[in-house]
């Protein structure tokens, strides 16, 4: 089962890596001139979700919890809450564009040990929750399972941490800079993550007029000079999805207190990989520290 499981995460993230290459299938659509709304043409290329769920916590050697909750638009969503034995924090996990939360499961199994609770979520259309993702949509629902989060953290006396990696950045700083600040929210840690959507359309798809299409979508830049929690960013130096430069630029114009780990030889998908123990051991000490 695990080496079957590893094979979907593989896949999964290939996705991942492929959605964003399909900027260029978009770009060349709007290009021929076809009718069909840009806004609902970019997110048809952004978004991968994934309706199969490749395992459970359980499948981990974790307890958990199934999840089930409601958007302010009506929408019913799933998500796990993985409890630590003795937790020093709560994470709400915001995971990226492909896949669903059973393909997050290593990360959310390592985070646990370090007596971590972690509540990991599905977006619209992702997994076993319904409905239809759109980027207004991603932030509707980080914001109903942030209100999840912030009520069980409430009731065990934990600091509540956000977590966003990849596109679960741009969901995570919406999040933390225009509706978290007044809720209790500790600190917020970003891996992977971008700066705007014109500049990753102007990466992946090199025309001109590229970033001007999608000016203003997924705006974290801007967002984050809001942010008013402690920060803290991890980036692969070998990023080719989303380049260091943009996590720099990112982490440039967020406000102190902050902090940036360049992880060297990680690309997108494996940073935690990559970082070993010392990755751990900044997460752990930044939950210490809130």
């Known amino acids: 089962m695990a080496e079957n499981n590893k094979s979907r995460l593989a896949r999964a993230f290939r ?7 399909l900027l260029v299938v978009g770009g060349a659509i709007m290009v021929a001139g076809l009718s069909r709304g840009w806004e609902s043409l970019i997110e048809s290329q952004i978004f991968y979700p994934d309706r199969q769920m490749a395992s459970t916590p359980r499948e981990y050697g974790l307890d958990y919890e199934d999840l089930f909750f409601i958007t302010p638009d009506g929408v019913r969503l799933h998500g796990w809450l993985v409890p630590a034995s003795d937790p020093k924090a709560l994470v709400l996990f915001a995971h990226g564009n492909a896949g669903n939360i059973s393909h997050r499961l290593d990360n959310v199994s390592r985070l646990n040990r370090l007596n971590l609770s972690v509540l990991i979520f599905d977006y619209r259309g992702y997994g076993r929750s319904q409905g239809r993702i759109s980027e207004k949509g991603m932030y509707l629902d980080a914001q109903a399972a942030f209100d999840l989060a912030r009520e069980r953290a409430t009731q065990e006396n934990l600091k509540l941490v956000i977590f966003g990696r990849s596109l679960g950045g741009a969901a995570a700083i919406q999040l933390a800079s225009e509706y978290a600040p007044a809720r209790d929210a500790a600190g917020l840690i970003l891996e992977s993550t971008f700066t705007t959507l014109a500049d990753m359309a102007g990466l992946h ?26 920060l803290l960013f991890f980036h692969g130096d070998r990023d080719d999805l989303v380049p260091l430069e943009l996590g720099r630029r990112l982490f440039q114009a967020a406000p102190p207190p902050k902090e940036l780990v360049v992880i060297k030889g990680a690309g997108h998908n494996d940073t935690y990989l990559k970082a070993g123990k010392p990755y751990f051991e900044k997460w752990a000490s930044f939950a210490a520290g809130l």
């Open 15 to 21: 996705k991942h890596s492929m959605a964003w290459g």
């Open 205 to 230: 798809f090199p025309l001109a007029f590229a970033g001007r299409a999608v000016k203003g979508k997924m705006d974290s830049l801007g967002r984050i000079k809001g942010i008013k929690i402690t």
